[in-house]
């Protein structure tokens, strides 16, 4: 069964500090795979993508690592803001079109 | 661009009551889908399409139907609300994939439904 796991569940960190979430996947056969972010009351919205060939990719403040071959993924966050504040998804896709959500991290940036 | 619009924001049923969630997409995709969000799980896929016409169950369908008689409009019926169905629920629509690459979801703003 294709699983994603995320940690941690939940995390509080001061503004300006620096984070790293981790997802941790089962999914064959592996597509990509996406980070979400997801603010209160709203619908997810996609921050990046990454395939099997990227290791690496940033957008922004945030920066998205592929470790294809233990089936990891982190997404570091730099310099956090108060409007980080979310929860963050990872996605992963299966083949074309299944795909499968992780639980998310809840982050919460404060002053 | 509006995007994806589901409608009502929010709605309390009783157990019994049917309903309908609309949902809405001017990016002229194919794919669309609806998902449930409850605590401490990740969204579930209840029914998709991948083309006016065509649907198909998803991980969690029953209690749910779905038809799409256009490309904009994908509705998501409750036949009768249970309180399991406590949950808020997601319409997605899909771009397509390039380079063999899933393409990204587009959600909407999300439907708050509680059945008493």
């Known amino acids: 069964k294709n699983q994603v796991e995320q940690s941690p569940q939940s995390l509080i960190i001061l503004e300006g500090k620096n984070c790293t979430l981790q997802c941790n996947y089962t999914v064959s056969p592996f597509s990509n795979l996406r980070w979400y972010k997801q603010d209160t009351g709203r619908g997810p919205v996609s921050l990046t993508i990454m395939t099997f060939s990227e290791n690496t990719k940033s957008n922004g403040r945030y920066t998205a690592t592929l470790d294809a071959d233990t089936k990891q993924s982190s997404l570091h966050i730099t310099a956090s803001q108060l409007s980080d504040s979310a929860s963050y998804i990872c996605v992963v896709s299966a083949g074309y079109q299944k795909v499968t959500f992780g639980t998310g991290t809840k982050l919460q940036v404060i002053p | 661009n509006a995007g994806v619009t589901q409608t009502p924001k929010f709605q309390v049923l009783k157990t019994g009551q049917s309903m309908t969630l609309q949902c809405a997409q001017d990016m002229n995709h194919e794919y669309m889908s609806w998902y449930r969000q409850d605590p401490g799980m990740g969204l579930r896929l209840i029914h998709y399409?991948?083309?006016?016409?065509?649907?198909d169950q998803g991980e969690v369908p029953n209690g749910y139907n779905v038809s799409r008689s256009t490309t904009e409009d994908f509705p998501l019926r409750l036949l009768s609300a249970a309180p399991s169905q406590t949950s808020v629920y997601f319409c997605?629509?899909?771009?397509?994939?390039?380079?063999?690459?899933?393409?990204?979801?587009?959600f909407g703003e999300g439907s708050r439904l509680t059945v008493l």
């Open positions: 399409s991948v083309g006016a016409g065509i649907t």
């Open positions: 997605a629509s899909r771009a397509p994939g390039e380079r063999g690459r899933t393409g990204e979801l587009f």
